[in-house]
């Protein structure tokens, strides 16, 4: 970030109200890394992300939903650029969806039971609280574009391009299944699940 | 168990709480004053007023040896009071920070106190004979946010704060002439002024709201915003914790802890109640609250008649009064500190909340 925005150093004289005075103080707050304040990520590409996404499904097919959610939520793609990020998230919202609301309760309660499940419910809320963003603002232009670019330069077969309903419809459906496991997993995480999806520095 | 001592002081927020050695005076940090309570027969009575500091009061604590009160404000001064038979004398400390002091407390030798602030310094204070006079020394160096709470290490020398910026550090704040020279320890060798002897963070790195030695000194707790409890097992000095122990819970923030020897740790926060949680090097759990909810105060599960429900329901649209938290705090618990016992051994202790109540529990 350069220190004048926008501006050019010859408009300087007349533009000192556009200096981003934070940056020339050292001391300044807004100066905060806070990269410091998760470990450092491993890149992870688009290609090992959709890998990810096609065992998750084909083990969504075969039945086995739980290791599915499990699969798709231990291997959150922190390291990843947004297009990266979006495309785990349509593989984590297309299992929440394959998931029957009968059988939501029980498997959160065995996930969380496992050692380490309590993470595992933590970055589930934080898909839930991130596709209930992205679906709120889908009929945009803005977020229908990044959606679609993965599919466009997906080589090969996707499930998302063999629904190509309207967004509306699409986001309803999908927020109302946000809700419901939103729901859900309070129950079995507590409040304290929510509070972390706030605090951890560790996006999805 | 006999069911806990409760005190409502007022309908205002307390921010902080402290008693004195005898348990006779209780100090309460009120709006800009800071108010003592004497006991009376089974309650507390406002006995007198400390007023000195113009903005909020964050933050008291009593010297137990001493009985000199430090108070500290967002006013950003710090206040030490001195007992004498006319009342309380107020001295001035000269802090030199530029944002609220957030949070005071004394050291266990009651040579210095340490005051934590938003001017992300941390002031450690002595009082020097000659100048007759308070001087305040900072701890600087890797602080990047406000600092919301301190706490001592049995030596005196060693100082954790807890930061906004989600870590959670421990300092030396040795002064040459006031302390002596600590043992060497887990902590580190040599520990001149602003020695970073730890810095701790853990995964989801919410910010620090409390922080506290074990009875050893040899382990460091921390409660976090994202409703954590982080329990650190250091290893010397430059070398990487042998243990960090960290708890996620289902509940909501805890805002202070205490241990309770050193495998025992009591937390309370936004959830209105104190937990326990026990554990050690190779881990940690919550045990459960420690609140009775069947105590007999609890009588508003009992059965109403007809009659009543139906003027309820008339009245309020509903049958039950669910106005009331089934908690004995109705609020967020801020402070919570040792009542009778000492951190290796708690007997009771004591909490105070936004509810303006105190309420003294058994461990």
Known sequence: MS???????????DNWRTINIDLLDPESSSNFETTTLHPAFAPVSEDEVRTLGQQ??????????????????????????????????QTVTEVLQGIKASEMTPMLQRIYGLDGGSDALDVLMKYLYKGMAASSAAPGKSSRGSTLTP???????????????PPNENSGSAMSVLLSWHEKVVDVAGLGCV?????????V | MSPPEVHHLFHAPIADHSFSADKQTLAVARDTGVELYSREGGGFKLKDELKGHDKTVTSVDIALESGRIVTCSQDRNALVWEPSPSGYKPTLVLLRINRAATFVRWSPSEAK???GSGARVIAVCYFEEENDWWISKHIKKPIRSTITTVAWHPNSVLLAAGSTDAHARVFSSFVKGVDDRPQPGVWGERLPFNTVCGEYLNNSAGWVHAVSFSPSGDVLAFAAHDSSITVVYPNGADQLPKAVVSVSTQLLPFMSLIWNGESEIIAAGYDCEAYRFKGGEGGWQLTGSLES?????????REESAFNMFKQMDLKGKTKDDTKLTTVHQNTINTLRVYEGSTGGVRKFSTSGVDGRIVIWNA
């Open chain 2, 113 to 115: 106190f340490a005051v």
């Open chain 1, 3 to 13: 220190i004048i925005q926008q501006q050019s150093i010859a408009t300087l004289g």
């Open chain 2, 293 to 301: 909810k069947s105590r007999p105060g609890a009588a508003d599960a």
């Open chain 1, 151 to 165: 599919q466009s330069t997906g080589a090969g077969f996707s499930q998302m391009g063999g629904r190509p309903g």
């Open chain 1, 195 to 203: 509070g972390r999806t706030m605090t951890d520095w560790r996006k």
């Open chain 1, 56 to 89: 998750v499904r084909q083990l969504l097919r075969g039945g086995d939903a739980e290791g599915a959610l499990k699969g798709a939520l231990e291997n959150a793609p922190y390291g990843g650029d947004n297009a990266v990020k979006d495309l785990h998230l």
